[in-house]
């Protein structure tokens, strides 16, 4: 690991937690894009969450024995209990005020701490703060979260699993989920902050500053083939919320099943007018399109293109 600049004196009442879990030296560069932040946290705890790969095992001991870097780092190291009791593990070990919660695969702009962080303190209603993510790996893209307030977060989650918190709201809600080792308990975590405040929202900063890797085997492509019953479980736990809210949940889940069907529409009208072959898929819908969800309308609409 290549050593870090010396930037003690920027440093400002935040601490990272970076979670592990057999990522060999993707971890290196997660603790990396943290020592060049313009902004430094006062404190790196990575949380191994039962690692049982020699390489990585031997990663994580050059990191706490390096004596360049620019931050302390604790290591503390866990039986493997799933992401949630993870970062759950590290949160209660930070004594800042803010938290940043990093996935160990993933890295970070040199600004991401700065930008991110002064949306919090600019704002004292705001529970959560991220940032635009750009995706590499098998997917190259740009990928932009809303934020918002509880309302969008019921249809769908609205911010990434990397983020920074306020560590006094965080201890009034009952933390990360630690059932949910299949996926979507950054969503659920979300809900719950919240939860504790009406005027509690999460902000957003409009630029990519988060690197996201992906990967057909990585956990979130994985939760969703569990999405509906994940989702049932989200949305019985926080009932309470989704009964107060359920004509703009309803109504927010449409307006994101039509745009896909618009979308899609495009497509095969686009497909039809260049004289392409349809998929199976959208041949297998022109012959019995779906009825009540605008999936008729839609049908007509393509068929009236080619005319």
Same mark, same amino acid.
């Given at each position: ?8 004196? =920027? ?11 057999n990522? *060999?030296?993707?971890i ?5 894009s ?5 902004l430094l ?5 990575? @949380? ?5 790969d020699?390489?990585? =095992? ?18 503390h ?9 993870a970062?759950?593990?590290g949160? %209660?070990?930070a ?5 940043? !919660? ?13 930008? !991110?962080?002064? =949306?919090?303190?600019d704002d ?10 750009q995706?590499?790996g @098998?997917?190259?893209?740009? @990928?932009c979260?809303t934020g ?7 249809? %769908?989650?609205?911010c ?6 306020? /560590?006094?709201?965080?201890e009034?809600?009952d933390?990360?989920d630690?059932?949910m080792?299949? *996926? ?6 979300? =809900? ?8 509690? %929202?999460?902000?957003?900063?409009? /630029? ?10 990585s ?8 999405r ?9 736990? &926080? &009932? %309470?919320?989704?009964s107060?809210?359920?004509? /703009? !949940? ?7 099943s039509?745009?896909?069907?618009? *979308? ?14 349809l ?5 297998a819908?022109?012959?019995t399109?779906?009825? *009540?969800?605008?999936?008729?309308a839609?049908? @007509? ?5 080619? /005319?």
């Amino acid at each position: 690991m290549k050593k870090c600049n010396s930037k003690s004196d =920027l440093n400002i009442d935040i601490e990272a937690v970076i979670t592990s879990y057999n990522q *060999g030296t993707m971890i290196l560069e997660a603790v990396q894009s943290i020592c060049n932040q313009t902004l430094l946290p006062q404190r790196i705890i990575i @949380v191994d969450d039962g690692s049982t790969d020699k390489d990585s =095992l031997a990663i994580l001991e050059d990191i706490q024995n390096n004596p360049c870097l620019p931050i302390p780092i604790t290591i503390h190291f866990q039986e493997n209990r799933g992401v949630s009791a993870a970062r759950n593990a590290g949160i %209660h070990k930070a004594q800042s005020s803010m938290v940043l !919660v990093l996935d160990g695969d993933d890295k970070l702009e040199a600004g991401y701490i700065e930008h !991110v962080s002064k =949306l919090l303190y600019d704002d004292p209603t705001m529970v959560i703060a991220s940032s635009w993510m750009q995706t590499f790996g @098998v997917l190259d893209a740009i @990928v932009c979260p809303t934020g918002g307030d509880i309302v969008p977060f019921l249809s %769908h989650n609205c911010c990434p699993a990397t983020h920074i918190l306020r /560590k006094e709201i965080y201890e009034q809600c009952d933390g990360y989920d630690e059932s949910m080792r299949s *996926g979507f308990e950054d969503w659920d975590f979300f =809900l719950s902050m919240l939860e504790t405040s009406p005027e509690a %929202h999460i902000g957003m900063v409009r /630029k990519p500053l988060i690197h996201y890797r992906t990967a057909p085997a990585s956990a979130n492509i994985r939760s969703m083939d569990k999405r509906l019953e994940l989702m049932r479980y989200i949305i019985e736990k &926080h &009932h %309470h919320s989704y009964s107060n809210n359920i004509t /703009k !949940v309803l109504l927010d889940m449409e307006a994101i099943s039509s745009s896909r069907l618009f *979308g899609w529409e495009n497509e095969m009208i686009h497909s039809i007018k260049n004289n392409q072959e349809l998929s199976e898929s959208s041949n297998a819908f022109m012959k019995t399109p779906t009825y *009540g969800d605008g999936g008729m309308a839609s049908a @007509v609409r393509i068929v009236s293109s080619g /005319k």
